[in-house]
């Protein structure tokens, strides 16, 4: 699967030699590319042999063997590439990104997820969104940077994860090893809208996530014969759990972030919701937030949600019911505590004979101060390739790498190089693909991002 080194050297002497240029788009396209053919999913043993390309890509762009570390962690890894800056005296710009993707069957696919197609101005294959894309492009912007000889006063350091889809352990250990720094970039947040025709219509960075978080309710009874029903049933209590949850909203809750977002969004969006963004921006309007929680794309933005998303119960048609529970999945406003949600599940159920319990390790964060730095920074380098278009913090409903490091407090900001139709967006689904037309335009906004940040 991999490039032998002949063809690596080839592909890196096209890019330009010209100082202070971006990487050559063709470069990088090639690097996105071999990087889909990977199957790097869990368990498939791939991302070390991932990891092991994007590093005989930087050492022969002149990184030296001990500025590239690639740790094994079972079957996956971690993997850190360094430009070592001026002044030790400053905290280093990390940027990071995942190498594995979610599993994808070939059997489901118009094309074989993991052999990488370019077919009508698309590139197609599993990961080519979620992450490889900007994985790809800070490689390359990397290695064009190395090459030239770039001395930046800040050390800059780019990191990439093994299992962001599944389990975090690698972005953890990254985290703690890593979390002596100025700020992390993350190419998997944030991002470009394009509109139906292709034109650049708005830029979100991501400065901010929602807590995932995962909470199991369950009942149990001794049971008996269903021909001698009794008071005690599993079932029925879960089921007016259930109700409760339905019923129960968490308090409404704004933040430095979502103020923002939503003032930016309000005339853009237009109209009642437009008004009700920015009612509640200002003032926290409950009947403005009730406007909003009423669209599926809106109701995270303005409070903490908990939702029951799967059940089991009983074990025989003709038996009572021994046990009962529920997974509620909630998506945690950033500053609120993981345990204070457990807390109010628990209060809402009112159910003494429940137990409710975490699943999994979840990590919560808060949401990362809208740094003047890293604003003027990606307004400057996405201005340069969209001129006019809308620039607007944003909060994410899902956790990527970035809710590691911000729980140590790392500030972290999405700032995907990535443009797409909103059509176009196929991460985690079937026939996932990417523009090609951004490319160049993307490794630009890289290059210029890095470069102010890091000087």
Not at 207 to 232: L, N
Not at 435 to 448: N, Y
């Amino acid at each position: 699967m991999g490039l032998g080194k002949a063809c690596l050297g080839l592909a890196l002497a096209m890019a330009p030699q010209m100082a202070q240029a971006a990487a050559d788009a063709g470069v990088a396209k090639d690097i996105l590319m071999r990087s889909v053919a990977f199957r790097t999913v869990q368990g498939a043993g791939q991302v070390p042999k991932l990891a092991g390309y994007y590093a005989d890509i930087l050492k022969q762009a002149g990184f030296a063997d001990d500025d590239v570390v690639i740790t094994p962690m079972g079957e996956t890894a971690t993997f850190a590439a360094t430009i070592k800056g001026r002044d030790a005296a400053l905290k280093p710009l990390l940027m990071i990104g995942h190498m594995d993707v979610v599993e994808a069957d070939p059997k489901d696919w118009t094309r074989d997820p993991f052999v990488p197609v370019e077919e009508n101005g698309y590139i197609f294959g599993r990961g080519a969104e979620d992450n490889k894309y900007d994985v790809a492009m800070m490689v390359a912007t990397l290695a064009q940077l190395k090459k030239e000889g770039w001395k930046p006063r800040r050390t800059v350091t780019l990191l990439l994860s093994g299992d962001e889809e599944t389990d975090m352990a690698t972005t953890r250990a990254l985290a703690a090893k890593y979390q002596d720094a100025e700020m992390l970039l993350n190419g998997d947040g944030g991002g470009g809208l394009l509109s139906e025709e292709g034109k650049p219509v708005l830029y979100q960075l991501q400065a901010g996530e929602k807590t995932y978080a995962d909470f199991e309710i369950g009942f149990t009874d001794a049971g008996g014969h269903s021909s001698a029903p009794t008071p005690g049933n599993p079932i029925y209590r879960l089921a007016k759990a259930i109700d409760r949850i339905a019923a129960f909203q968490f308090p409404l809750m704004r933040n430095e972030l979502t103020k923002a977002s939503l003032t930016l969004s309000a005339d853009r969006i237009g109209g009642e919701v437009g008004e009700a963004m920015r009612r509640f921006a200002e003032t926290g309007d409950p009947k403005a937030a009730e406007i909003l929680s009423s669209r599926p794309e809106f109701v995270g933005q303005v409070r903490t949600t908990c939702v029951a998303t799967m059940a089991q119960a009983g074990h025989a048609l003709n038996a009572l019911p021994q046990s009962a529970k529920v997974s509620v999945n909630c998506r945690i406003f950033p500053g609120v505590a993981i345990k204070d949600v457990k807390a109010q599940l628990t209060k809402v159920v009112h159910d003494p004979s429940a137990t409710i319990t975490t699943l999994g390790d979840p990590t919560g964060s808060d949401a990362s101060a809208l740094r003047e730095d890293v604003m003027q920074a990606v307004r400057d380098a996405v201005l340069a390739r969209a001129p006019g278009i809308a620039i607007m913090p944003g909060m994410s409903a899902g956790a990527t790498d970035s809710v590691h490091f911000r729980a140590l407090g790392v500030p972290s900001y999405g700032v995907s190089s990535l443009f797409m139709r909103a059509e176009d967006g196929f991460a985690h689904g079937l026939n996932e693909r990417v523009p090609v037309a951004g490319i160049r335009e993307s490794l630009e906004q890289w290059d210029r991002v890095v470069r102010a940040l890091a000087r």
